[in-house]
């Protein structure tokens, strides 16, 4: 709070909700994205009175020598350097007095700690002792693939290497934060890629030899079928990482190749934060309160498949008053838990769909509903038919900007008139790298070119009585889209240069993430800035803007008509 990292009232919010969690006050606030472990590492040497090292770490190899990796990684300490009769200790909890006598006794000498971050040293102990996953791949039996009978596949499955390879996979990707985990097979093998950020990357390349048995070992522990490898499977496995537990949710598809597996990573325990969390400006923000506030109406969340609609969901349940209201979450599947909501998760094979649920949770009086997505025309005509009843609900939808949710719902077949009636407001988002705290973006070890950790870029539409005459009538979308300009929404490129501004994010990460906005232009040349439709030059770099239509096309010299929508520029 001194240096401005935190605000007063987050670091409340904060000591308010750590009862109960078993996390220190900074692991929260680091999980929350308020402040990055750096910043938390820097202060607690501060604090203590320790010396703070960032990346990179630099561990000498004799002193790294006096600890054997397992019992180093096992400590989560990394010798830096050494003397006769004292050794430099790197940890993450210098707090843990218990370790630091253990490896004093062990190496003969007076430990001193130094204050590091968890991933620095998690990176310090892979450059030190090399990564788990590259050291398990050297000592491989890479022979031939196992046979495609079952047995042979579930014997070579369950051998003690294949078993380490797979834990040491999961371990990396929750070390890294990702998000998911691709595996796709390829001509040399079994391609890794992780997706940190939004951004998927290459991790390793596993030898073809142990393709199938990798991907049946995780068929196993997802509950799945190894015998069946021509068509789709869908299971699921807990997993626990420190003091972390896990959920994943694993997938399979018949590929070109062999299968691909992907693995989505899910942290029931880290609850998204409230609104002010998310990167709202204060207007927004303030909008979308008022529409909570008034208890009723459909409020929708929308954007493509990982642009954050279930954080703000969940920050939006956690605004309301949960302690006098009957909230109820109907989700597929239940990712986070908020105290003082029933969460019903959906099955389908049961025949508990999203429409039966929410029909029969409207018979138990509730006040609050979250209906985790309207995929459906039943959904989303009861949906509306509940928020004029007096209930709010909220819920996500899959459409390309905040008026673009209207048109979707009236394709759907819901009647203008209860789209009209019903809808009260729908925030649009994606999500963009945020500039590192730890280094300002000019690039370190824990963050990726100066990027680390996601913040959203939102657009929000609030309906007033002229759009809903207008819904009500069946206007166009443009239509739609020109009243609410004209009451007051941006666009999602808007939003994206005030994140700019305030240095939170970059311009050529937010031309990267809302280049399908309408409301955008293309990208700048020079710096990938996203440039206003009206602008002659890049508001960032200077850099002319150059003949553009106004559908988005790059003019040539010479062109009298665009070759897209064939309009005279």
Same mark, same amino acid.
């Given at each position: 709070?001194?240096?401005?990292?935190?605000?007063?009232?987050?670091?409340?919010?904060?000591?308010?909700?750590?009862?109960?969690?078993?996390?220190?006050?900074?692991?929260?606030?680091?999980?929350? =994205?308020?402040?990055?472990?750096?910043?938390?590492? /820097?202060?607690?040497?501060?604090?203590?009175?320790?010396?703070?090292?960032?990346?990179?770490?630099?561990?000498? @190899?004799?002193?790294?020598?006096?600890?054997?990796? #397992?019992?180093?990684?096992?400590?989560?300490?990394?010798?830096?350097?050494?003397?006769?009769? /004292?050794?430099?200790?790197?940890?993450?909890?210098?707090?843990?007095? #218990?370790?630091?006598?253990?490896?004093?006794?062990?190496? &003969?000498?007076?430990?001193?700690?130094?204050?590091?971050?968890?991933?620095?040293? %998690?990176?310090?102990?892979?450059?030190?002792?090399?990564?788990?996953?590259? /050291?398990?791949? %050297?000592?491989?039996?890479?022979?031939?693939?196992?046979?495609?009978?079952?047995?042979?596949?579930?014997?070579?499955?369950?051998?003690?290497?294949?078993?380490?390879?797979?834990?040491?996979?999961?371990?990396?990707?929750?070390?890294?934060?990702?998000?998911?985990?691709?595996?796709? @097979?390829?001509?040399?093998?079994?391609?890794?890629?992780?997706?940190? #950020?939004?951004?998927?990357?290459?991790?390793?390349?596993?030898?073809?030899?142990?393709?199938?048995?990798?991907?049946?070992?995780?068929?196993?522990?997802?509950?799945?079928?190894?015998?069946?490898?021509?068509?789709?499977?869908?299971?699921?496995? =807990?997993?626990?990482?420190?003091?972390?537990?896990?959920?994943?949710? +694993?997938?399979?598809?018949?590929?070109?190749?062999?299968?691909?597996? !992907?693995?989505?990573?899910?942290?029931?325990?880290?609850?998204?934060? &409230?609104?002010?969390?998310?990167?709202?400006?204060p207007a927004d923000e303030a909008r979308i309160r008022r529409v909570l506030e008034a208890g009723q109406g459909v409020l929708l969340a929308t954007?493509?498949?990982?642009?954050?609609?279930?954080?703000?969901?969940?920050?939006?349940?956690?605004?309301?008053?949960?302690?006098?209201?009957?909230?109820?979450?109907?989700?597929?599947?239940?990712?986070?838990? !908020?105290?003082? !909501? !029933?969460?019903?998760?959906?099955?389908?094979?049961?025949?508990?769909?999203?429409?039966?649920?929410?029909?029969?949770?409207?018979?138990?009086?509730?006040?609050?509903?979250?209906?985790?997505?309207?995929?459906?025309?039943?959904?989303?005509?009861?949906?509306?038919?509940?928020?004029?009843?007096?209930?709010? +609900?909220?819920?996500?939808?899959?459409?390309?900007?905040?008026?673009?949710?209207?048109? /979707?719902?009236?394709?759907?077949?819901?009647?203008?008139?209860?789209?009209? %009636?019903?809808?009260?407001?729908?925030?649009?988002?994606?999500?963009?790298?945020?500039?590192?705290?730890?280094?300002? =973006?000019?690039?370190?070890? &824990?963050?990726?070119?100066?990027?680390?950790?996601?913040?959203?870029?939102?657009?929000?539409?609030?309906?007033?009585?002229?759009?809903?005459?207008?819904?009500?009538?069946?206007?166009?979308?443009?239509?739609?889209?020109?009243?609410?300009?004209?009451?007051?929404?941006?666009?999602?490129?808007?939003?994206?240069?005030?994140?700019?501004?305030?240095?939170?994010?970059? @311009?050529?990460?937010?031309?990267?993430?809302?280049? &399908?906005?309408?409301?955008?232009?293309?990208?700048?040349? =020079?710096?990938?800035?996203?440039?206003?439709?009206?602008?002659?030059?890049?508001?960032?770099?200077?850099?002319?803007?150059?003949?553009?239509?106004?559908?988005?096309?790059?003019?040539?010299?010479?062109?009298?008509?665009?070759?897209?929508?064939?309009?005279?520029?």
């Open positions: 709070m001194e240096e401005g990292h935190v605000s007063p009232d987050r670091v409340e919010t904060a000591l308010r909700e750590q009862a109960g969690t078993g996390l220190r006050l900074g692991e929260l606030l680091v999980q929350k =994205g308020w402040v990055d472990a750096e910043v938390v590492a /820097r202060m607690l040497a501060r604090q203590l009175g320790l010396t703070y090292r960032a990346h990179p770490l630099g561990a000498d @190899p004799a002193a790294a020598g006096l600890l054997d990796a #397992d019992r180093a990684r096992a400590g989560a300490v990394l010798p830096l350097d050494a003397g006769p009769r /004292r050794l430099r200790l790197a940890m993450a909890d210098p707090l843990d007095l #218990d370790t630091v006598r253990d490896v004093g006794f062990r190496t &003969g000498r007076r430990v001193e700690a130094v204050v590091v971050s968890p991933r620095a040293l %998690a990176r310090g102990l892979d450059a030190a002792y090399g990564g788990t996953v590259d /050291r398990i791949v %050297a000592d491989l039996d890479t022979g031939a693939a196992p046979d495609d009978d079952t047995d042979d596949l579930e014997r070579a499955a369950s051998s003690t290497p294949v078993v380490r390879l797979v834990d040491g996979l999961l371990e990396a990707a929750a070390a890294a934060g990702a998000s998911d985990v691709h595996l796709e @097979p390829v001509d040399e093998g079994l391609r890794v890629r992780f997706r940190i #950020d939004g951004v998927l990357g290459t991790s390793h390349t596993l030898p073809g030899g142990v393709r199938d048995a990798v991907l049946s070992r995780l068929k196993i522990l997802a509950g799945m079928d190894i015998a069946v490898r021509r068509r789709p499977q869908d299971g699921g496995f =807990g997993l626990t990482h420190g003091e972390r537990s896990l959920s994943l949710r +694993v997938s399979t598809l018949p590929a070109g190749k062999g299968e691909k597996a !992907v693995i989505r990573l899910l942290d029931p325990g880290r609850v998204p934060g &409230g609104l002010d969390a998310l990167g709202f400006a954007g493509p498949t990982g642009s954050g609609k279930s954080s703000t969901l969940q920050a939006a349940l956690r605004a309301v008053d949960r302690e006098r209201l009957n909230v109820v979450a109907l989700e597929d599947p239940v990712e986070y838990r !908020v105290p003082g !909501v !029933v969460h019903v998760q959906m099955a389908s094979r049961a025949g508990l769909t999203f429409a039966s649920a929410l029909r029969a949770v409207l018979r138990q009086d509730p006040d609050v509903v979250m209906v985790g997505e309207i995929r459906d025309r039943e959904t989303a005509e009861i949906a509306m038919a509940a928020a004029v009843t007096g209930h709010l +609900v909220l819920s996500s939808l899959h459409t390309t900007d905040a008026p673009g949710a209207v048109a /979707r719902l009236l394709h759907m077949g819901v009647p203008p008139y209860l789209v009209a %009636a019903g809808l009260a407001g729908v925030v649009a988002q994606r999500l963009v790298r945020r500039v590192c705290r730890g280094c300002r =973006g000019r690039g370190c070890e &824990g963050c990726r070119d100066g990027l680390s950790g996601r913040t959203g870029v939102f657009q929000v539409l609030v309906v007033d009585e002229r759009l809903r005459e207008a819904v009500a009538t069946g206007a166009s979308t443009a239509t739609i889209r020109r009243l609410a300009r004209e009451a007051g929404m941006g666009t999602l490129a808007d939003d994206a240069r005030r994140a700019i501004a305030e240095g939170t994010t970059v @311009p050529h990460e937010a031309a990267r993430v809302v280049r &399908g906005d309408p409301g955008a232009s293309n990208p700048c040349e =020079g710096c990938g800035g996203v440039v206003p439709a009206e602008a002659r030059a890049c508001p960032w770099c200077g850099r002319p803007r150059g003949r553009w239509c106004r559908c988005g096309t790059r003019l040539r010299p010479g062109w009298r008509f665009c070759p897209s929508c064939a309009r005279t520029p």
